[in-house]
Each structure stands twice: as C-alpha cells, then as structure tokens.
C-alpha cells in the first residue's frame, strides 16, 4: 500500500515537471559515479538545476522516495507520516510552489527479479549508464546472465536520441549492445570509473573541458565507497566497506596496487571479507579473490567464513573473529602502508576502519 502511493505520487510529479533523468546502475562505483555526474552537470545547470537520490535511495521503494526529495529511506512506523508528507511534495513540485530539477540523477540498483522493470514503468530515462556487469546478488536471480538480463532494462528503454554510457573494457557489453537503439558513448575505465562516466556524461549535456574539470575537482569521495582517508602510523586506507561483489573486489584491488604503482606507498594490505548473496556461485567466488589478491597486495588479511577460502587460496592470514583482526592490524601498521578494507555490508567492516584511521 505505502509503496503504490509512492509510486503514484512519484510518477505524477515525473509526467508534470518532465525532468531529464539519468540512470545509473552496475554492479561497481554506482554511487561515486552518480556523486561525480552531480558535480559536474551542477556546473553549468546549478546544484538547484541537478538533484541526485542520495543514501541507499535505489530499490523499488527508494527511487520513487528519491524523485519526491526525501534523503533516506524509511521505518515502517513512520510510513503514515511521510505519506502525508509526499502527498504535499507532491502538490507543491505540480503547482511549482517548490522548485523542482531540470535533471535527475538517479541510482538503481539490484534487490529481486522484476524490480527494474516495476521503477521503469514510470521512470523514462534520456541517459542510462552501465558501469560494469558482474556476478551479484546471485542468491535471487542464480545465474549471471539473469542478472544482466535485469540491468539491460536501464538502456534498453532509452528513446532513439537518448545515449547509453557502457564500459568499453566490459567483456559482457556486447551482449547489451545489440539491443540499444539509442546512441551508444563508450568509456574506458582508467584511471576510474566514475570520473570516465561523468565526464562522458558532461559532454553529452554540452559542458566546457573546463567545466567538467571544475566538477570532477569538487567531487568528493562518500563514506566507504573507494574514499581514501589517513591511516595510524602516516597510512592510507581505502575505505571500501559500504559492500562487496566480485567485480568490485577486482577493482578495489586493481585500484590498491594501482596506488602502489603511484609510489604512493610502500606496502599493500588488503583487508577482505565475506562476499554476501552469491548463492552456489559464493565458494568459487571467494576462491577467484584469493587469487587476485595474491598478486595484488603483499599482505593479506580475512576474517568472516568467505574470508576464510580468500585467505586460504591467497596465502593470507585468517582470524576467527573481527576483532582478532583488528587486534593484529593495529600493531602492524607502519608508515607508507596503504590499507584496503572490504567485504559485504553485512560483515560491518567500517569498524575496522574506525579502529584504524588517523
């Protein structure tokens, strides 16, 4: 019932003010990528021009939050109240009593079968960004190819003068390609994604280079995603603890060694942990990451019982419990070490960053 009025309201005020909405899912850098197309498109059209959902605003339920202002998602107990509360948004963004963007920067992402296709039933995006496809949230849809499947939706939708952003280096791209009739822009993901997208994206929105270059400056990092903050003892750590899947353990260690390569450490630590909803896929998984993270960081330090394969077949140590590992890391640390700390939201890795950081 809560989400049907939501939708209804959202919907209303999208077909009234007919914003342009862009779309950004993937199952890597959603969030900072979507961070960074704010800043930049906030420098030709105004942060009041630009608005992007904010949170964990992506779900069924979060998109249609996010299109009426709200910042957060909601507890049951209060769901009468910000009912009434949309309700009255709403009346204020149709009659423009309260201004409302002329382009919306929306986040999508997985949560179960038949999610997207729900939130694109009222949500008609101009732009739709793929950041990379991988294996996750297995546990629901079982194979990977369900879960592109999903995530194709987001450009397959797209008008014929709209454009799709795609990974150039994504093997799974051409099997979205062929069904796009917008335009396709590609990007290289190097140095990262989300500075690529949203500079690819500023050019489609017709921004100066010194424009997008003024945007990508103000960018800021958001709270365990890839967010690289000082460490005890003169360390860096990359605070990537807001989640965890396979594709974005490759680019967190790929970004590790990459700062490495920067002389902008010494030695390289990853932190890792358990990779969650993976379902039959979760063993082979946590074996693929041990073998990346062999080569990828001279330290190796697990805990959690996925942590425990990754630890084993990179030839890292294991500690039975979190605070064992935080225990040890906290004498080990010197300076010039740069620290990676990751795993799925459920194992509640910022605790470790919290004992860890300056």
């Not at 957060?72 to 109240?81: D, E």
Request: net charge positive.
């Amino acid at each position: 019932m809560f989400q049907s009025i939501i939708v209804g309201l959202a919907s209303r005020v999208i077909k009234k003010k007919k914003p342009k909405i862009i779309i950004v899912t993937g199952s890597v850098a959603k969030s900072s990528t979507k961070e960074a197309i704010f800043y930049v498109l906030a420098e030709k059209f105004g942060s009041k021009g630009v608005r992007r959902s904010t949170g964990s605003l992506n779900t069924k339920t979060g998109v249609p939050l996010s299109i009426l202002g709200f910042k957060q998602s909601v507890r049951w107990y209060i769901a009468p109240f910000v009912v009434i509360l949309a309700f009255f948004k709403s009346i204020l963004f149709t009659l423009s009593l309260l201004p409302f963007p002329k382009i919306l920067i929306l986040e999508m992402g997985i949560d179960l079968p038949g999610d997207f296709k729900s939130i694109l039933s009222y949500v008609k995006p101009t732009v739709g960004v793929i950041t990379a496809i991988g294996p996750s949230h297995l546990e629901f849809f079982h194979t990977l190819p369900k879960v592109i499947e999903e995530k194709v939706q987001v450009v397959e939708v797209l008008p014929e003068k709209g454009f799709a952003v795609l990974n150039r280096k994504d093997p799974l791209v051409p099997q979205v390609a062929h069904s796009i009739k917008a335009n396709i822009k590609y990007f290289d993901p190097e140095p990262n994604i989300s500075t690529a997208v949203a500079r690819l994206v500023g050019e489609i929105f017709e921004l100066s280079d010194e424009q997008i270059n003024r945007g990508l400056k103000k960018t800021r990092s958001l709270i365990g995603r890839l967010n690289l903050i000082r460490g005890k003892s003169k360390s860096l750590i990359i605070d990537d603890s807001y989640n965890a899947n396979p594709l974005s353990m490759e680019y967190a260690l790929r970004e590790l060694n990459f700062l490495k390569e920067q002389n902008l450490a010494k030695r390289r630590i990853a932190i890792l942990g358990d990779m969650l909803e993976l379902g039959g896929y979760t063993k082979k998984a946590h074996e693929d990451v041990g073998k990346m993270a062999q080569s990828k960081c001279d330290l190796l330090l697990c805990t959690g019982e996925g942590g425990k394969v990754i630890a084993r077949v990179g030839k890292g140590k294991y500690f039975k419990t979190k605070s064992d590992l935080i225990k040890y890391i906290k004498q080990e640390i010197k300076e010039g070490d740069i620290i990676l700390v990751k795993a799925s939201r459920g194992m509640k890795f910022e605790d470790i960053v919290k004992e860890i950081k300056k």
